[in-house]
Each structure stands twice: as C-alpha cells, then as structure tokens.
C-alpha cells in the first residue's frame, strides 16, 4: 500500500531525445507527487511537483503527466541534454503528515 | 548560505558503538526529516519531525531514535549500530506547504563493521 513502484531502473538516452520514466502507486491517499533529481556526490533537489486534480504540469523541459484512475505518473524530459544525467526518484506523500515514499530511482544517462 | 549541514560526511564505526550524526538547518524551517539511501532500494525514510519536540516514524526506524529540542537541529541517534545500518544518510528540511520540496544535505557515508 505504500510502495511507489518506479521504472525503468536505467534510461539511455541521445542528446535531442525524449527521456521518459514512470511511476505506479496503490495508496489513494497519496495527494502529492514531486520528483526529485540527485548528481552524484549530491543530496537529491526537487524538480517538479503536481497535485492529483492535475493531468499535467510542465516546467520548461520537464514535464508530469498525470493518471488519476491508472495511479500512475510519468517525467517527460524533452530535448535531453548530457547535463540530464543523473539519477530521478518520483515520490508521493499524504496531505497531513510530512511522510514522503520515493521509488527505487533511475540513472539517466545521455550521450552526445 | 541557505543550507542543511550533516557532519560527519564519512563514519566508519563498529558494531555496538553508539553514535550520533548532526544534522542542522539555517533556513528557520518547521519540517526535518532522515533518509537513508541504499543500491536498488531509493531513499527510504526514517523519522520525521513536523516541529519542535514532535517527531514521528517514517518507513524504516528501528534502530534509530531522532530528537527535536530546537527548530534548527536534528540529530539521528544509533544507541547500538549494527551492519545491516551501513548506508548513505540525508537529513533534509522544508518549509511548511505543500508546494516546498525537501533541502537535502550533503550525506553521510556511514560503515558499520
């Protein structure tokens, strides 16, 4: 119930190219979904973050896309540049606890 | 600097040995939070803390024990580490709201032997 299943658990990708990693969840309770990026050597920072009465939210080259009834969420990296490769944790919580579930992350890599 | 500071960054300690990792905040934030990062399982986390002198289990807290006497600091406490409690530790602060993502500090880097 309180797992956030996350996917692929490494992701190549060409330089121009769409990076796209997705997120399943059980607990409906979940009502805060961020997404998180970590380099190496670093602590994780947030990137983007959307509520579930959203389908969709884009921040420059990053955008959620949102499925309420699948219980799943994704992150569109566009036009990926080598400066993307890190490694992206999804996570979600629930509104009156400071509780936040990551997933098992994915290494991004992109090539020139 | 707005910043969350964790010391030490590397701790290599023996099993049984009870220790402490700071951790403290400058950003006056009301929410802290423990995290522990291990290959192929994410971050996972420990003890939460929503303001002063109230603390709270995350996923994974046996073993541990957090206090929260001031709104700036955090400290996690292994009263008796074992192996199985080698692994990378964040502490991380916020502020209240829904919208405000977590501040990580730099990482611990603690081995148990």
């Known amino acids: 119930q309180q797992q956030v299943k996350q996917s692929p658990q490494s992701l190549i990708v060409q330089k121009g190219g769409i990076s796209i990693i997705n997120c399943a969840y059980e607990n409906t309770a979940f009502d805060y979904f961020p997404w998180y990026q970590q380099f190496p050597g670093k602590g994780p920072a947030l990137l983007i973050a959307?509520?579930?009465?959203?389908s969709e939210k884009k921040e420059g080259r990053f955008t959620i896309s949102f499925n309420k009834s699948a219980k799943q969420f994704s992150l569109h990296i566009m036009d990926s540049q080598p400066g993307d490769s890190a490694t992206y944790f999804c996570?979600?919580?629930?509104?009156?606890?400071?509780?936040?579930?990551f997933g098992t992350g994915t290494r991004l890599q992109v090539f020139p | 600097e707005a910043q969350v500071t964790q010391n030490p960054r590397y701790l290599i300690t023996v099993t049984g040995k009870k220790l402490t990792v700071t951790c403290s905040q400058n950003?006056?934030?009301?929410?802290m939070s423990w995290y522990r990062q291990d290959p192929g399982l994410g971050l996972r986390q420990i003890y939460y803390?929503?303001?002063?002198?109230?603390?709270d289990k995350g996923d994974v807290p046996e073993g541990y024990k957090v206090s929260r006497k001031e709104k700036r600091n955090f400290p996690l406490i292994l009263e008796s580490p074992s192996p199985n409690q080698t692994s990378l530790y964040f502490c991380?602060?916020?502020?209240?709201?829904?919208?405000?993502?977590?501040?990580f500090g730099s990482g611990t880097r603690l081995t148990v032997v």
């Open positions: 950003m006056n934030h009301e929410y």
């Open positions: 991380a602060s916020r502020q209240v709201g829904r919208g405000y993502g977590y501040t």
């Open positions: 803390s929503m303001n002063v002198e109230v603390t």
């Open positions: 996570a979600a919580s629930i509104g009156n606890t400071d509780k936040l579930i």
């Open positions: 959307i509520r579930p009465d959203v």
